[in-house]
């Protein structure tokens, strides 16, 4: 079954690169896109993309920590943006700097540890429910952030689905401050100093060395945007 997938998948990429080769265009691009990326702003290069009306399918993978940069390196993907992992080393593969993401932890203002006296140390945050998101890597070779010896866990599969949850006070964790920034700001959700420092994490964005076809290409050169690489980082608020 394996060896008749791979095949099919060989085909595949023969007659695709036929059709690229006779148009310059992809018969489709496959995005995988990090969980701290906005989903807001890549609608919007979406919409911008589909303007042009190339004759290009899109694929968007939702990817998570590790999982972002494997989609790159099985296939399954032909660009990836939010990369926390550097794959300056990985062979085949380019990739140039988004910028840097803080991770601040933050529970909503009912939740116990809202009134905990700061700095918060582990011992004190064992007692407590994490919210934690499940690394998208299908290798077995995934991340694993935050979490402590016999702390009580509760994992979902996107970062949207960590913040509804901390917004609930069904637990709390780290967050990307560019996604909590606005909560914060409406109290809907506080920081928390822990013992330990802040992470830090810069972000990357990836594809294949291989000369790009005029969607990627296109998808190169909006990401080339200050502006847009920004508004990836940061446009997170939806109300």
């Given at each position: 079954?394996?060896?008749?997938?791979?095949?099919?998948?060989q085909v595949?990429?023969?007659?695709n690169?036929?059709?690229?080769?006779a148009?310059?265009?992809?018969?489709?691009?496959r995005?995988?896109?990090?969980?701290?990326i906005?989903?807001?702003?890549?609608?919007?290069?979406?919409?911008?993309?589909y303007?042009?009306?190339?004759?290009?399918?899109?694929?968007?993978?939702?990817?998570?920590?590790?999982?972002?940069l494997?989609?790159?390196?099985?296939?399954?993907?032909?660009?990836a943006?939010?990369?926390?992992?550097?794959?300056?080393?990985?062979?085949?593969?380019?990739?140039?700097?988004?910028?840097?993401?803080?991770?601040r932890?933050v529970?909503?203002?009912?939740?116990?540890?809202?009134d905990?006296?700061?700095?918060?140390?582990?011992?004190?945050?064992?007692?407590?429910?994490?919210?934690?998101?499940?690394?998208?890597?299908?290798?077995g070779?995934?991340?694993?952030?935050g979490?402590l010896?016999g702390q009580?866990?509760?994992?979902?599969d996107?970062?949207?689905?960590?913040?509804?949850?901390?917004?609930?006070g069904?637990?709390?964790?780290?967050?990307?401050?560019?996604?909590?920034?606005?909560?914060?700001?409406?109290?809907?959700?506080v920081?928390?100093?822990?013992?330990?420092?802040a992470r830090?994490?810069?972000?990357?964005?990836?594809?294949?060395?291989a000369t790009?076809?005029?969607?990627l290409q296109?998808?190169?050169d909006?990401l080339?945007?200050?502006?847009t690489?920004?508004?990836?980082?940061?446009?997170?608020?939806?109300?």
């Amino acid at each position: 079954m394996r060896e008749g997938a791979r095949l099919l998948q060989q085909v595949d990429a023969v007659a695709n690169r036929v059709r690229r080769v006779a148009t310059g265009w992809e018969p489709e691009l496959r995005i995988a896109v990090d969980g701290v990326i906005s989903r807001t702003t890549m609608l919007e290069l979406i919409e911008a993309f589909y303007a042009i009306k190339p004759p290009t399918r899109l694929k968007i993978i939702d990817s998570i920590l590790a999982g972002t940069l494997e989609s790159l390196t099985t296939g399954r993907a032909d660009v990836a943006i939010g990369v926390a992992v550097d794959a300056s080393n990985v062979s085949g593969l380019q990739q140039l700097d988004m910028g840097e993401i803080t991770f601040r932890y933050v529970v909503a203002p009912h939740h116990p540890l809202a009134d905990e006296l700061q700095p918060i140390s582990d011992d004190v945050l064992r007692q407590h429910r994490l919210i934690a998101v499940a690394d998208s890597s299908r290798s077995g070779h995934g991340l694993t952030l935050g979490v402590l010896n016999g702390q009580d866990v509760l994992t979902v599969d996107t970062m949207q689905a960590k913040l509804q949850a901390q917004l609930r006070g069904i637990g709390g964790g780290s967050l990307p401050d560019n996604m909590t920034l606005p909560y914060l700001r409406s109290g809907q959700l506080v920081e928390r100093e822990l013992m330990r420092p802040a992470r830090k994490i810069r972000l990357r964005y990836a594809w294949h060395n291989a000369t790009p076809g005029k969607a990627l290409q296109w998808w190169l050169d909006q990401l080339q945007s200050p502006t847009t690489r920004d508004s990836l980082l940061n446009n997170h608020y939806v109300g």
